[in-house]
């Protein structure tokens, strides 16, 4: 996992701001709303796992732009047939860098309260960072994360993990449409998820793409979509 959070750093330089609206279903663009703005996006996943039924998982997310630099979220977290499962509480921060700094880049923290059906607690933490080619864009989330596991006998205790979301795409590629590509990995989670980015309206995009396990104990198949509209 070391090799692959080096790669993710060095495949990313610098480039400038773009509209927040994002390209990517697993990877996080280091760009904030601008002060006083709100955005909601509604995420939806049907999940194939390796072993058991397929599941719906649907989140509902309402962002606001507290200054320039700085979008707080809260979220929940609905499983099919279980209701509500988590709340989220997302914090994304974009410092003033040196004008010769190589990338955009922004720092992610977000912390989840589940109720151990499905999800556990959480405290991820992500830094966001992307490069621009002319039309093509890189982004990069090296990922660390402490989960709270829960044993046979009820006896909690927490684990770090790390994980590397990667994606790239290409922005004037057809009018409103934008092709990309993700790559995550995680251990028993890593997949590629190639997928499409539309935008419907102004400040309205739809992003589907379907992610494909790359190991047995990773999920066959997750088909992915985020509405998200800005006000």
Same mark, same amino acid.
């Given at each position: 996992m070391k090799r692959f959070l080096l790669l993710g750093l060095m495949a990313v330089g %610098? %480039?400038?701001?773009?509209a927040h609206l994002r390209d990517y279903l697993d990877t996080y663009g280091p760009y904030t #709303? @601008?002060?006083g703005r709100m955005e909601m996006e509604l995420w939806t996943d049907l999940r194939d796992p390796d072993g058991g039924d397929r599941f719906w998982v649907h989140q509902t997310e309402v962002e606001f732009g507290v200054t320039?630099?700085? *979008?707080? %979220?809260v979220y929940g977290v609905f499983v099919d047939g279980q209701g509500l499962s988590a709340v989220k509480v997302e914090n994304r921060f974009r410092p003033v860098l040196p004008r010769a700094w190589p990338f955009e880049t922004a720092f992610y923290l977000e912390l989840q309260k589940a109720n151990g059906d499905k999800e556990q607690n959480e405290i991820e %933490?992500?830094? #966001?960072?992307a490069k621009n080619w002319g039309a093509v864009n890189v982004t990069a989330n090296p990922i660390l994360e402490? @989960? @709270?596991k829960v044993d046979l006998n009820g006896d909690k205790s927490w684990e770090l993990e790390s994980a590397l979301a990667v994606g *790239?795409?290409?922005r004037k590629f057809w009018k409103r449409v934008t092709p990309g590509v993700e790559l995550f990995f995680a251990e028993k989670k890593s997949r590629v998820t190639p997928g499409l980015y539309v935008d419907v309206a102004r400040d309205v995009r739809f992003n589907v793409g379907v992610g494909l396990g790359l190991e047995k104990p990773a999920d066959n198949a997750q088909i992915k979509t985020? #509405?998200?509209i800005e006000f």
């Open positions: %610098g %480039g400038s701001a773009r #709303l @601008e002060k320039d630099r700085y *979008t707080v %979220g %933490g992500k830094v #966001l960072l402490l @989960e @709270e *790239t795409c290409y985020i #509405l998200e």
